[in-house]
Antibody, heavy 118, light 113 residues
Framework: EVQLVESGGGLIQPGGSLRLSCAAS????????MSWVRQAPGKGLEWVSV???????YYADSVKGRFTISRDNSKNTVYLQVNSLRVDDTAVYFCARSLNTEVYFDYWGHGTLVTVSS | DIVMTQSPDSLAVSLGERATINCKSS????????????LAWYQQKPGQPPKLLIY???TRESGVPDRFSGSGSGTDFTLTISSLQAEDVAVYYCQHYHSIPITFGQGTRLEIK
């Protein structure tokens, strides 16, 4: 059974950093495209970043230079390092899998909440 | 960037009636190389992650009831629920995956009338 479990969120001050984790089971993160998608409270979905099976990474303009996506194949886990956090980064961060080499999302985790506030 | 615009923002439909949600992209999401539309639809219920309903604009995800259907091509797409059930109350999102950055529509809230 495919499962994605996010962790690492919390309350952080503006300018701070966090590392979000997405532990996968039932498939290999190294064989799939893996993304982070966020949702601010009461708002819509915003794609944040993707890591391709080959290792290439891409980011939304809103997070470029501040966020870094990576993976640890031995732990079957994807990470999102979030630096220089701003109040408008406050959101639930979902990890999502793309089954094929097209970036639509067939499995999602339940998300981890990041709250940026002083 | 491709901008996705959904209409309406909210919709109230009676049980058993048809619900139609529209999605328009600012550029075509039809690939000339494979003649496929790079468009997906998701359903999100309160407190839950989104659930994939439709991909390639009209291919239903495994396990999704056949009352859900997708149509359209190029820049104009539609999600149709043929006979609304109580469990279909949710917010629905379209998403293109034609190019990076991936973008979503703003969402359409579907309620029971």
């Amino acid at each position: 059974e495919v499962q994605l479990v996010e962790s690492g969120g919390g309350l952080i001050q503006p300018g701070g950093s966090l590392r979000l984790s997405c532990a996968a089971s039932g498939f290999s993160v190294s064989s799939n495209y893996m993304s982070w998608v966020r949702q601010a409270p009461g708002k819509g979905l915003e794609w944040v970043s993707v890591i391709y099976s080959g290792g290439s990474t891409y980011y939304a303009d809103s997070v470029k230079g501040r966020f870094t996506i990576s993976r640890d194949n031995s732990k079957n886990t994807v990470y999102l390092q979030v630096n220089s956090l701003r109040v408008d980064d406050t959101a639930v961060y979902f990890c999502a899998r793309s089954l094929n080499t097209e970036v639509y999302f067939d499995y999602w985790g339940h998300g981890t909440l990041v709250t940026v506030s002083s | 960037d491709i901008v996705m615009t959904q209409s309406p923002d909210s919709l109230a439909v009676s049980l058993g009636e048809r619900a139609t949600i529209n999605c328009k992209s600012s550029q075509s999401v039809l690939s000339s190389s494979n003649n496929k539309n790079y468009l997906a639809w998701y359903q999100q219920k309160p407190g839950q992650p989104p659930k994939l309903l439709i991909y390639w604009a009209s291919t239903r995800e495994s396990g999704v009831p056949d009352r859900f259907s997708g149509s359209g091509s190029g820049t104009d797409f539609t999600l149709t629920i043929s006979s609304l059930q109580a469990e279909d109350v949710a917010v629905y999102y379209c998403q293109h995956y034609h190019s990076i950055p991936i973008t979503f529509g703003q969402g359409t809230r579907l309620e029971i009338k």
